[in-house]
């Protein structure tokens, strides 16, 4: 930290103050896994780490994360390695491999679009949109707001076009990006919404106050049978008795 201040600002922080600042740092959720093989509700599919919902719920720092990585990661790798033993060689479906590369491309048969909105310019817009709607402090009004913008962003980003090769191609990239950023944007937009209270890095101008009761369940998130999402709320299992026995003999 000495010396990236020294270097980039030119500041000793030794003898000068420097200011600190909250930031964008983690998103508190992430994929749906079992606690002991990490294993998802998509058969072969495991998840550890940042990617996966996690056990320190709304303070997630930036050490927590190694220790996800330690523990869970070894078990996921033990689980994966275990299922696709059992499992054995997988056929995939020809059909869906042609009409995922024929989706991924489809953006440079739509070209430039002649209002000049490339996929940078609706990847600036999302980010503006939750930075200032759906940041550290948000309210509902706000996050309502932000919604509705999602919403125009994503028949906006059906239509983006691209134009140049196909080796290297930022553009593509972010236009091939923008689908999933949206998804993600989405989800913490209205998970937010649904949590009316304040907890971690999860901050509600007008819930200021942290309500016990929303500690006991987390708000999952799936894919509805008419493509929109769906929101739940499950109850976060009781910490068994013996768990329970050594915590208070730690104490």
Known sequence: MYHQFKQLADIDI????MEVGPTTHYIMGGVKVDGDTQ???VPGLFAAGECAAGLHG?????GNSLSDLLVFGKRAGEFAAAFARSNGP??????????????ALEPFERGAGSDGRGPYQLQQELQVTMQDLVGIVRTESEMREAL??????????????VVGNREYNPGWHTALDLPNLLIVSEAISRAATERRESRGG?????????????????????????????????????????LKRVIEEQK
């Open 148 to 161: 509705g913008r999602i919403a125009h962003l994503r028949e906006q980003a059906r239509r983006v076009g």
């Open 14 to 17: 030794t003898t000068t103050p």
């Open 90 to 103: 997988t056929t995939l479906d020809r059909m869906q491999v042609e009409d995922t590369a024929r989706c």
């Open 58 to 62: 709304a303070n997630r720092l930036g």
């Open 202 to 242: 999860h901050f509600r101008d007008d819930y200021p106050e942290k309500d016990p009761a929303a500690g006991r369940f987390n708000i999952v998130i799936r894919n509805g049978p008419d493509g929109q999402m769906q929101l739940s709320r499950e109850p976060i299992p009781e910490m068994p008795a013996e």
């Open 39 to 41: 294993g998802s509700t």
